[in-house]
């Protein structure tokens, strides 16, 4: 089994930051790419930003100069640092990562719980 599980998220101020992290945790064999996406109510989920196992990133246009993310291939780890917030990032951020487990044949896509992020005005 693969579990992702999320933190950080919360209450801020617009202009304020906040810092999620995602650790993967199970039977893990390697992980690839990883990533952050992001769901606000009655819309779909969105791309926040990706990095790849060798540190390549890949950002939504709307986050670009804001959110860094980064990631600790030793504690299987990913980050997203958000600063400069604003009341559109207000959503439900989920954690994604391509991971080859140790029973599986291939690498499989995995998802966090969701860690709601709130940006008030």
């Known amino acids: 089994q693969v579990q992702l599980v999320e933190s950080g998220g919360g209450l801020v101020q617009a202009g304020g930051f906040l810092r999620l992290s995602c650790a993967a945790s199970?039977?893990?064999?390697?992980?690839?790419?990883m990533g952050w996406y992001r769901q606000a109510p009655g819309k779909q989920r969105d791309l926040v930003a990706t990095?790849?196992?060798?540190?390549?990133?890949n950002y939504a246009d709307s986050v670009k100069g804001r959110f860094t993310i980064s990631r600790d291939n030793a504690k299987n780890t990913v980050y997203l640092q958000m600063n400069s917030l604003k009341p559109e990032d207000t959503a439900v951020y989920y954690c994604n990562a391509n991971i080859q487990s140790r029973i599986m044949t291939i690498p499989l896509g995995y998802w966090g719980q969701g860690t709601q992020v709130t940006v008030s005005s």
């Open positions: 199970g039977s893990i064999c390697s992980i690839n790419a």
């Open positions: 990095i790849t196992s060798r540190g390549f990133t």
